[in-house]
């Protein structure tokens, strides 16, 4: 643990879905100022989806985010079969419950292997594991296979992994 | 052999396209491992010096004077530049705010003053010269592979 005077800055933070930058102030041993500050720019989808027709709102609003765009679709379009009474199948829940299960998976493997397991083994990457190395050799086979298995299951239920 | 020393960078944009990429990986990483090298991919490791780069895969608009100059960084630090995806290509749909009226665009007008945006989002063919596109929203992931495989010998 650090001691001390010292500050960090970071400009953009990696291994991370998005931009974000970090400053951190320490002194004495302990956090004096911390900011963490979102660098995305504003797109403005509040403002886009106005005037558009209702069956287009799931598509456009699935671009708010690339990594979690199948939870957009979902929560948009319940939002509108609400607003019109609309009733589903119980085969159309289940397929819906399926291809986010999938999406959660994908992105709870996404998360858990290429985002924190490189700090926990000091690795800078996953692409820097050691394949010789029997647990790295199988943690690297298990994140793709993890991601592959949650992406198919998305597309089965979906049509795709992203949508 | 030398390694193809390949580049993945992203602008304004909801990051679908790096999705995709990581998701090829998949099943394309243990092919690909002797023979490129992802020297810039901010999803996948630390920050590096972005220097002599094969090939950079461009997501996203453009929105600030700093993205720009990043942008032409990247231009000037690779031998193909190639436009990932329909932001990168078109603008759209991160460039909406292009297309409001007058009453929208003053109602977010203080908006774009208070964290400089651009006038207008704009595609990268805008700033600098786009060799090869992949479209798509997310990317086509067979487009990818096939833009890819033209420099990969």
């Known amino acids: 643990m650090h001691q001390g005077n010292f500050d960090l800055s970071l400009d953009e933070i990696t291994k991370i879905e998005g931009h974000a930058s970090l400053t951190l102030k320490v002194r004495g041993g302990k956090i004096k100022d911390l900011q963490f500050k979102i660098a995305e720019f504003k797109r403005f989808y509040t403002q886009a989806v106005r005037g558009k027709g209702i069956s287009a709102v799931p598509q456009l609003v699935a671009r708010i985010c690339g990594t979690c765009s199948n939870a957009h679709i979902l929560c948009s379009t319940e939002a509108i079969e609400k607003a019109l009474n609309i009733k589903n199948t119980p085969q159309t829940m289940l397929l819906r419950k399926l291809l986010y299960n999938g999406l959660i998976i994908r992105d709870h493997g996404l998360h858990l292997y290429v985002f924190s397991l490189p700090d926990v083994i000091n690795k800078e990457s996953l692409l820097s594991f050691n394949e010789n190395d029997p647990i790295q050799h199988e943690l690297l086979h298990d994140a793709f296979a993890v991601k592959e298995a949650g992406g198919r299951l998305s597309t089965w239920a979906g049509g795709r992994s992203v949508l | ?153």
């Open chain 2, 1 to 153: 052999m030398q390694k193809l020393r390949v580049g993945w960078f992203s602008f304004t944009c909801c990051e679908d396209s790096t999705i995709i990429f990581t998701e090829i990986l998949n099943t394309y990483w243990d092919k690909w491992k002797e023979k490129i090298d992802f020297v810039n991919a901010r999803v996948l490791r630390e920050e590096r010096p972005i220097e002599n780069l094969d090939i950079s895969f461009v997501e996203g608009a453009i929105s600030s004077k700093n993205q720009e100059e990043k942008l032409k960084k990247i231009r000037e630090n690779s031998k193909i530049l190639v436009a990932v995806g329909s932001c990168a290509n078109t603008a759209m749909p991160s460039g909406w705010r292009n297309t409001f009226d007058q009453k929208t665009k003053e109602e977010i007008k203080f908006i774009l003053e208070r964290f400089s945006h651009l006038e207008k989002v704009e595609p990268l063919a805008k700033f600098v010269k786009v060799d090869d596109k992949v479209l798509g929203c997310p990317m086509k992931e067979e487009d990818f592979l096939n833009v890819l495989n033209k420099y990969l010998t």
